[in-house]
């Protein structure tokens, strides 16, 4: 099809193309910086490798968004995050930052799968396709840079004990805060504050501790979704797929060769490949944690974020308290949402302003309902 007669995507795709250019820009820009850093010969080849496909993939973005009559502009700059991470890899080494990329990579396979499957479109299937296996080849590349093995686009946890940190965090910053905001509005004693602050405090933990709990116990739908993905990998990716188990048995200690006897073997009969997959790779059937240490972990971050706005008044009082119980919760709004960028892939300064936003808007309407309340019951 001609470039003139292709018509422009709607916005939706549009989007979600150019999150995907940017992440490539992101990968290309980090591993040049990591391959500038590293001393050993043999790392540097494989990231200076890593970032020149991943100019590779942002040059076919921008080909494909031209080809389609979008925009794109010329200069492409990588994101704050990004940034952050390049900065922090030359100040503390690349160990962390490489880490969060393999994280990064595997979540690419995931996402560019998904486009493979869902995308209307056949150049946007078939480049999606190439770029899953790209990715999840690089994964492979990061793997052995790391020391780690499996398939990190699969996540078969219950979210992790650092993620059940800090959403618990939110959840009882947030709603504390409001709450508190809401009796400040409605009365100046520092014994009704008090009182109400901690008891919110102790009822958000032991909700979001239950909440914890019982999200532990339908961990079966995750798995359930993680085995129809590996079968789907299995169909679109064998080669990989050899691949990975080739790596799986080579670190049990079989020899090489053997290691990709055996796999070529198994890979020859798909349902003995998943069930062989699903026990050594996903390894479900493994508790990675007890309903009740979900529970428990939650609970006590959550006790934790409901506290802050709480404790300045038992260090001071009047207004003081107020302004600072204000500072110190919008503050922890902005940090735990830039956290929390790292678990959901978007911009640490946007996903921090975002919870800024939400902590401003959950205190204004606290305190405009404890005004309503004193006006008409107090």
Excluded at 165 to 174: E, R
Excluded at 231 to 255: F, Q, S
Excluded at 325 to 343: E, K, N, P
């Amino acid at each position: 099809m001609e470039q003139q007669e292709r018509i422009r995507p709607d916005n939706k795709t549009v989007k979600v193309w150019k999150h995907h250019l940017q992440d490539e820009i992101d990968a290309s820009f980090l591993y040049g910086v990591f391959a500038s850093l590293e001393p050993d010969a043999k790392r540097k080849e494989i990231l200076s490798g890593l970032a020149e496909v991943e100019t590779q993939h942002v040059i076919r973005w921008q080909e494909m968004l031209m080809a389609y009559n979008v925009g794109v502009r010329k200069r492409q700059r990588p994101t704050l995050k990004a940034r952050l991470m390049a900065w922090y890899a030359r100040r503390f080494g690349s160990a962390f930052p490489l880490s969060q990329m393999l994280g990064e990579e595997a979540n690419e396979v995931k996402d560019y799968l998904t486009l493979h499957r869902n995308s209307t479109l056949e150049e946007a299937r078939e480049t999606a396709l190439t770029l899953a296996k790209e990715s999840a080849q690089h994964t492979e590349s990061l793997q052995e840079l790391t020391g780690t093995v499996g398939e990190p686009w699969h996540k078969t946890e219950s979210g992790g004990m650092i993620g059940n940190i800090v959403y618990g965090f939110n959840d009882g910053l947030t709603a504390n805060f409001g709450l508190v905001a809401g009796v400040i509005a409605a009365t100046s004693d520092l014994s009704t504050i008090l009182v109400t602050g901690i008891v919110g405090t102790v009822a958000d933990a032991l909700s979001m501790g239950a909440s914890g709990y019982l999200a532990a116990k339908s961990e079966l739908e995750v798995y359930e979704h993680e085995i129809e993905v590996e079968k789907e990998e299995i169909r679109l990716m064998p080669d990989l797929e050899e691949d990975e188990l080739t790596l799986i048995y080579t670190a049990r200690g079989v020899p090489k060769d053997q290691a990709r006897e055996l796999a070529r073997e198994m890979m020859s009969d798909p349902e003995r490949a998943l069930a062989e997959k699903i026990q050594t790779e996903l390894k479900i059937g493994e508790v990675y944690a007890t309903p009740l240490k979900e529970g428990w972990i939650t609970g006590l971050a959550t006790a934790i974020g409901a506290f802050i706005p709480v404790a300045p008044f038992l260090f001071t009082e009047g207004m003081l308290a107020m302004w600072i119980s204000f500072t110190l919760a919008m503050v922890s709004h902005f940090a735990v949402g830039a956290t929390r960028s790292f678990f959901t892939g978007r911009g640490l300064v946007r996903s921090g302003i975002d919870m800024f936003a939400v902590g401003l808007g959950v205190a204004g309407v606290g305190y405009l309902v404890g005004e309503l309340l004193e006006r008409f019951f107090f």
